[in-house]
């Protein structure tokens, strides 16, 4: 399951190998600068927009890869059995935000501390 977690001066999603495999993406680093807001989502697979331009989806079960809809381009790492998740709002990044689905939304954002 992916990891949203800090190290350092990067906001870092670290992905398995199969994640990586079906995002055809590696891990995903951003400066924490470029970080604007963290939400916990209560339902992270929906906060997904709908086009998926590069990965694997299942619309309302599982998105992992880029995507593009009004949010502009948002990379996610979302599984069924995961139905919580954060979105990081983003500026001046390659994406716009990201979405990853975790077990418990509110501990991983206290543990990101403060931008």
Do not use: Q, W, Y
Request: aromatic letters at 6%; proline letters at 3%.
């Amino acid at each position: 399951m992916a990891e949203l977690r800090r190290e350092g001066d990067e906001l870092v999603v670290a992905l398995s190998v199969a994640e990586k495999a079906e995002a055809v993406h590696g891990d995903i680093r951003v400066p924490v600068s470029s970080v604007r807001e963290l939400e916990v989502l209560d339902d992270a697979v929906h906060a997904v927009p709908g086009l998926k331009t590069i990965g694997a989806a299942f619309p309302g079960r599982f998105a992992i890869g880029t995507f593009r809809g009004s949010g502009g381009k948002i990379f996610a790492a979302v599984h069924h059995d995961t139905r919580r998740g954060v979105r990081v709002a983003l500026e001046g990044a390659n994406f716009d935000a990201l979405v990853v689905g975790c077990a418990s939304p509110e501990e991983v954002v206290s543990s990101l501390g403060t931008f």
